[in-house]
């Protein structure tokens, strides 16, 4: 069965440093997995996706986040933090096999803060 | 981009009545949605998939008798709590698949918060 593990619930930056949530995933099959944002009294926001393509994965607003196999992880990055990045961010895994309704698994969450 | 709205954002009900919760897409035709209820400082739980014209699939858990779920419209889907307790107290979100968008992407809208008293 797919599960994400996030493994910091909390994590609090400073303004311009680099920002890393870890997320380790388990799949018994090749999976897709998604990081989303969620902003207080917001909908979720896709961040960036992976799925079997590139293994480093570009997302909108700076993100990065690279799946490595061998360790199952897809942690997500950013050089720079910046004072709106503060918000929850979930980890996801489809629960796929390519059919026309894909369920996703979530993870936990994390809260990042952002300092000044 | 594709949005999706709920109404209401925050609902406070009495012990024993219903509440319905709605869901559109508003630029798109969702013939999928999703339901998912988060508690406080948790993750997001699915509850059950809607699929436009035909009944939802309940996740292994859900009350499909309490969690009345209609999808009529390609955008709309409607989620009604029926006699509810205090325990349903939480963050009620849908989501979305727009067709014309990637296999694996859902839009999801900003949540129901439900409190019953």
């Known amino acids: 069965a797919q599960s994400v593990t996030q493994l910091d619930s909390h994590v609090s930056v400073s303004e311009g440093t680099p920002v890393l949530l870890r997320c380790n995933y388990s799949?018994?099959?090749?999976?897709?997995l998604f990081w989303y944002v969620q902003h207080p009294n917001k909908g979720l926001q896709l961040l960036l996706k992976y799925t079997s393509a590139a293994t480093l994965v570009k997302g909108i607003n700076g993100f990065e986040a690279e799946f490595k196999k061998s360790e199952t992880s897809f942690h997500l990055t950013k050089p720079s933090a910046h004072m709106s990045d503060a918000a929850e961010y979930f980890c996801v895994v489809t629960l796929s096999w390519g059919g026309a309704t894909n369920k996703l698994i979530f993870g936990t969450g994390t809260l990042l803060a952002v300092q000044p | 981009g594709a949005v999706v709205s709920q109404h209401p954002s925050w609902v406070i009900c009495k012990s024993g009545t219903s509440v319905k919760i709605e869901c559109r897409s508003l630029?798109?035709?969702?013939?999928?949605m999703f339901w998912y209820r988060q508690f406080p400082k948790q993750s997001l739980m699915l509850m059950a998939t809607s699929n436009e014209g035909s009944k939802a699939t309940y996740e292994q858990g859900v009350e499909k008798d309490k969690f009345l779920i209609n999808h009529a419209s390609l955008t709309l889907s409607t989620l009604t709590v029926t006699s509810a307790h205090p325990e349903d107290s939480s963050f009620y979100i849908c989501?979305?698949?727009?067709?014309?968008?990637?296999?694996?992407?859902?839009?999801f809208g900003p949540g129901t918060r439900l409190t019953v008293t």
């Open positions: 989501s979305a698949r727009d067709p014309q968008g990637g296999p694996y992407e859902q839009y």
């Open positions: 630029d798109f035709q969702a013939t999928t």
């Open positions: 799949s018994s099959y090749s999976p897709s």
